[in-house]
């Protein structure tokens, strides 16, 4: 049977990128993904908002809903201090392999813990069963019907806190209505949109950060 795209992925990494070099993965996979083949990784546009994101934050734990093949994962781990730790969910088996391999190839796996399984099924287990009192810094990638219902469910798993930064892909392509009505008139969270463009494409596309306000 012939490969997957994200089989050609993991090849072209495995093959070009320099071992334990993190920006070297990043470049390999956003060259191959805008000369061959189109992914849906957040890419290296949308990416430096996550940079400076992330690195406003300097998050210790962090939750990621999304892995596909472990980009953003990298992107984020590889600015992470020695003790932080990122978490991320992935449901689709193969994704979860690929991703795994690609992040061990970025030589940022010590940080990284990929989660096999659906977040709705995951989130509610974070605390006991994954040692998480609080997520300093949650990325939100994965399906886009699932980011309201997603952050409701953070909020009443007590996983959020006061400060607690949300950073949601895709607001505007494929886009995320339901999220984006839910938490702009959200007292608990203050909202910034940072407008940007679909990755490797012209396309417009944005991202939504939304910052914990506490319960109150
Ligand atoms: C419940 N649960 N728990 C864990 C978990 C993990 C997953 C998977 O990682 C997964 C699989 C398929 C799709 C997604 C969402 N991503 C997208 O749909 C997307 C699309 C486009 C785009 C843009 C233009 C196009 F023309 C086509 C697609 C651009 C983007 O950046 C995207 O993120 C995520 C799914 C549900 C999960
Ligand atoms: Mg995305």
């Known amino acids: 049977m012939d490969q997957s795209k994200e089989q050609r992925i993991l090849n072209t990494v495995s093959y070009n990128a320099i071992k334990g070099n993190p920006e ?35 998050p210790s734990v962090v939750l990621e809903l999304g ?22 969910i992935e449901f689709n088996p193969e994704f ?22 659906h977040s709705e099924d995951i989130i509610p287990q974070l605390k006991k069963k994954y040692e998480v009192e609080k997520l300093d810094f949650v990325f939100l990638d994965h399906w886009k019907e699932r980011y309201a219902p997603d952050t409701i469910l953070l909020e009443e798993c007590g996983l959020l806190r006061k400060g607690s930064v949300l950073l949601a892909d895709n607001i505007i392509y494929p886009g995320a209505p339901e999220f984006i009505k839910y938490i702009r008139n959200n007292k608990h969270f203050e909202c910034t949109t940072f407008l940007s463009h ?15 306000l506490g319960p109150e």
């Open 198 to 212: 679909l990755e490797y494409m012209k396309v417009e596309d944005a991202m939504e950060k939304a910052v914990y």
């Open 67 to 88: 892995t596909y093949c472990g980009y953003s994962a990298i992107r984020i781990a590889r600015l992470l201090k020695p003790k932080a730790r990122l978490l991320t």
């Open 24 to 58: 070297s993965v990043l470049d390999c996979i956003d060259k191959y993904c805008s000369k061959s083949e189109w992914a849906m990784n957040v890419g290296d546009e949308k990416g430096l908002i996550l940079d400076k994101i992330v690195e406003e934050t300097n």
């Open 96 to 117: 979860a392999s690929i991703a795994k391999e690609i992040i061990e190839i970025a030589g940022v796996n010590d940080k990284v813990t990929i989660l096999e399984g």
